[in-house]
């Protein structure tokens, strides 16, 4: 007989945190996707699509090359301390990256910027994986996979109609600004679960264990 579909038995609570959060920063980035081109030509002197051909190579590019390197750095450690930080410290590039699209106008500017949302996501990508894999469910990982997927597919797509209305009633800059927020608040999800995936350390253990 099959098991009875639980949810809260199938998904625990660092899962669940983490796709919350990898919700939030891609959603938010989903806000941006539609309108990145428009804003770009629009926004950016001398910018052409060549340009904009030339920022997601850029993206793409710097993103696919550093995270070999951090995802070996990773490996290297043992325990979850820097895949955590490492994690923190990818979203808030990004999402500084998306900040800092506000107050963009010229074409150096614009790859610059590109350069770091790469470095940002390729810090973000290995460490979020990392974690999410170790703590997925050994009885149901495709369905931990799916929810995930399916979460971060959702959102991107509900974002996406949700940036272009954003931008055509605020204008390009409040699409930034929004994407940078989620970003924020996707760190601040993950920081519930500090104490959760970052033992105590052995001194902490040790003071405490006096103090009683």
Avoid: C
Avoid at 79 to 94: R, S, T, V, W
Avoid at 103 to 116: D, H, M, R, S, T
Avoid at 202 to 210: G, L, Y
Wanted: zero cysteines; a positive charge; hydrophobic letters at 55%.
């Amino acid at each position: 007989m099959f098991q009875k579909f639980n949810s809260n038995s199938w998904l625990n609570k660092i899962i669940k945190y983490l796709i919350i959060s990898d919700l939030l920063l891609w959603g938010g980035w989903g806000v941006v996707d539609p309108i990145f081109s428009i804003f770009i030509i629009e926004n950016i002197a001398g910018a052409t699509l060549i340009s904009v051909g030339l920022l997601a190579t850029i993206y793409w590019g710097v993103k696919s090359i550093a995270q070999i390197p951090i995802s070996l750095i990773l490996d290297k450690n043992k325990g979850e301390k820097d895949d955590f930080y490492m994690l923190i410290a990818g979203i808030l590039i990004a999402g500084a990256s998306a900040f800092i699209f506000v107050f963009a106008e010229k074409l150096w500017q614009v790859y610059l910027i590109q350069f770091f949302k790469g470095i940002g996501f390729a810090l973000y990508l290995p460490s979020w994986m990392a974690m999410f894999s170790r703590h997925l469910n050994k009885n149901h990982t495709a369905f931990d996979w799916a929810i995930n997927s399916s979460a971060v597919g959702i959102g991107i797509g509900l974002a996406g109609i949700l940036g272009s209305f954003i931008a055509s009633l605020f204008g390009f800059k409040s699409v930034f600004i929004a994407t940078s927020l989620l970003a924020i608040f996707s760190a601040i999800i993950l920081l519930l679960i500090r104490k959760s995936v970052i033992p105590k350390s052995k001194i902490e253990i040790k003071i405490h264990h006096h103090t009683k």
